[in-house]
C-alpha cells in the first residue's frame, strides 16, 4: 500500500458468553418461558451472549481480529474467570 491508499475497514465481531459451567438465567429464563411455551418443546436450552460489533480500520482481516483481541483482553471487555470470548473478522465495512 502506499501513503495514498486508503486502509481497508473490517467489520469484527465479539461474541461474550458465560463458560458453560457458569449459570446462564437469562438463557433460562428465555428457553422456560418463551420456546418451551411457545411449543418448541424440542429445543433443549438456550444460552444467552453479548454481541460486538466493531469497525477497525487495518492491513488485513487478521490483523484487525488480533488487534481487537488484543483490545478486548487489556480493557477488560470481558471476565476471563466466567467469560468466554470469540472475536471474528466478518468482512469488510
Not at 9 to 12: A, E, G, N, R, T
Not at 67 to 73: D, F, Q, R, Y
Given at each position: 500500500m502506499?501513503l495514498?491508499?486508503p486502509v481497508p475497514?473490517?467489520?469484527?465481531q ?7 459451567y457458569?449459570?446462564?438465567p437469562e438463557?433460562?429464563?428465555i428457553h ?8 418448541y ?5 438456550v ?7 466493531m469497525?477497525?480500520?487495518?492491513k488485513?482481516e487478521?490483523d484487525?481480529e488480533a ?7 487489556e ?5 476471563p474467570?466466567v467469560?468466554?470470548?470469540?472475536v471474528?473478522?466478518t468482512g469488510?465495512?
Open positions: 502506499n495514498w491508499e475497514k473490517f467489520v469484527v465479539v461474541v461474550i458468553e458465560n463458560k458453560p457458569i449459570n446462564d438463557g433460562e429464563t422456560r418461558d418463551l420456546v418451551v411455551k411457545g411449543g418443546s424440542n429445543v433443549q436450552s444460552r444467552s451472549a453479548k454481541m460486538l460489533k469497525v477497525v480500520s487495518s488485513s487478521k484487525a488487534i481487537v483481541k488484543k483490545l478486548c483482553e480493557l477488560r471487555i470481558f471476565n474467570v467469560s468466554n470470548c470469540t471474528k473478522a469488510t465495512a
